[in-house]
């Protein structure tokens, strides 16, 4: 059974940094892209940063290119999001999803973790 | 970047009714249009891909149709757990982008 389980969110000060976790199991992590959805309160979702299976390529959403990177351990099945310079507006839970291609549609989805940007 | 637009916003629907959701793509993306369900509280759940595909495990009740610049997503027979949000999405160009949302709710 395919699982993905995000961690490492939380309350943090404006202008302060988080890393956020997805460990994935039940299919070869290595063999998948991935990527990072992030939905604010009571609002749609948005795409925040892709992977590639290797992790040689990488795409980010242009709003947060610079302050958020994505990465991947495959030795470990475990992807990450490290977030620097966190705004208000970041606020969000934040959800690690396997593409079902290459650079495709997302076919699991984790249960997402809740950041919390305020003073 | 691809802007993604759906209506209606709200659908109400009775128990048993069709629902029919629209997405409509700032340009053209192909095929590479995925639907997604999501409940108050839960992750999404991938519906359809390719426009058309339907995911492992989805109900028959749940197709798609489209492509290009306009795509459908219809729900014949609606149960009571069908009463959620759906979002299109774009996978033809980066940025990826969802639409906004179109919550079926029960009339």
Known sequence: EVQLVESGGGLVKPGGSLRLSCAASGFTFSTYSMKWVRQAPGKGLEWVASISSSGSYIYYADSLKGRFTISR??????LYLQMNSLRAEDTAVYYCARDGGPWDY?????????V???S | ????????????????ERATLSCRASQSVSSNLAWYQQK????PRL??????????????????????T????????LQSEDFAVYYCQQYYNWPLTFGGGAKVEIK
Not at chain 1, 73 to 78: G, I, P, Q, R, T
Request: aromatic share 8%.
């Open chain 1, 73 to 78: 351990d495959n030795a470990k099945n475990s």
């Open chain 1, 116 to 118: 919390t940007v305020s």
């Open chain 1, 106 to 114: 997302s076919d699991y989805w984790g249960q997402g973790t809740l």
């Open chain 2, 1 to 16: 970047e691809i802007v993604m637009t759906q209506s209606p916003a709200t659908l109400s629907v009775s128990p048993g």
């Open chain 2, 47 to 68: 519906l359809i891909y390719g426009a058309s595909t339907r995911a492992t495990g989805i109900p028959a009740r749940f197709s798609g149709s489209g492509s290009g």
């Open chain 2, 70 to 77: 306009e795509f459908t997503l219809t729900i014949t027979s």
């Open chain 2, 40 to 43: 108050r509280g839960l992750a």
